[in-house]
């Protein structure tokens, strides 16, 4: 029940915006954290102002005074599509395990 949680703080909230259902698989915490490990913490700039926007998206979220699809729309309108388009390469690659 919690590993969507596990996921965002442990590898990136992108996984939040995924078209699965994370609470009905179960995912080994091991696996989570070598993952997490390997990622690192030197991030693309890029990645990390998603992040941040995913995370302002869901605190704001939590407090309940906000309509969650208007928050949607928020989210989509504040994240930097240029700089993802521009970087999308990049970001795939700091993705791939296969290096470790």
């Not at 919690?2 to 078209?19: D, F, G, K, T």
């Not at 949607?72 to 791939?96: R, T």
Request: proline share 6%; aromatic share 10%; with cysteine.
């Amino acid at each position: 029940m919690r590993a969507p949680l596990h996921l965002a703080l442990l590898i990136s909230p992108l996984y939040l915006l995924l078209p699965i259902q994370h609470f009905k698989k179960s995912y080994n915490r091991h696996t989570m954290l070598t993952i997490s490990t390997c990622l690192g913490n030197s991030k693309p700039q890029v990645l990390i102002d998603v992040e941040m926007a995913i995370w302002r998206t869901l605190f704001s979220l939590t407090s309940g005074l906000h309509d969650p699809f208007d928050l949607l729309h928020q989210l989509s309108d504040e994240l930097p599509w240029e700089s993802i388009d521009a970087a999308s390469a990049a970001l795939s690659e700091w993705f791939n395990l296969g290096k470790f």
